[in-house]
Nanobody, 119 residues
Framework: QVQLVESGGGLVQPGGSLRLSCAASGSIFSANAMGWYRQAPGKSRELVARITSGGSINYADSVKGRFTISRDNAKNTVYLQMNSLKPEDTAVYYC?????????????WGQGTQVTVSS
């Protein structure tokens, strides 16, 4: 069964922290680079952090130095530690492989988790 389940979002004040988790089915997780994406209202979905199965990591400039991606290959789980959050980090956050998993010729996405940064 193909599955992506994100969790850990919420409302946080500027400067605060959150840790997101994503449980993925093996068909998506195994041997693939995994990424965290986000989509803010009125904007396109963007990749903000990426980690390969071997542990190589890349970040978007907008989150570099504040976000940390990690993965637990034994649990098929990927994490995103978000520190020093800013209002512009407000978005729905999704995890997926990079490139995104395709099913029936369409990119497959989970439900995402809402992150709201506001005072």
């Amino acid at each position: 069964q193909v599955q992506l389940v994100e969790s850990g979002g919420g409302l946080v004040q500027p400067g605060g922290s959150l840790r997101l988790s994503c449980a993925a089915s093996g068909s998506i997780f195994s041997a693939n680079a995994m990424g965290w994406y986000r989509q803010a209202p009125g904007k396109s979905r963007e990749l903000v952090a990426r980690i390969t199965s071997g542990g190589s990591i890349n970040y978007a400039d907008s989150v570099k130095g504040r976000f940390t991606i990690s993965r637990d290959n034994a649990k098929n789980t990927v994490y995103l530690q978000m520190n020093s959050l800013k209002p512009e980090d407000t978005a729905v956050y999704y995890c997926n492989s990079d490139p995104p998993y395709v099913r029936n010729w369409r990119a497959y996405w989970g439900q995402g988790t809402q992150v709201t940064v506001s005072s």
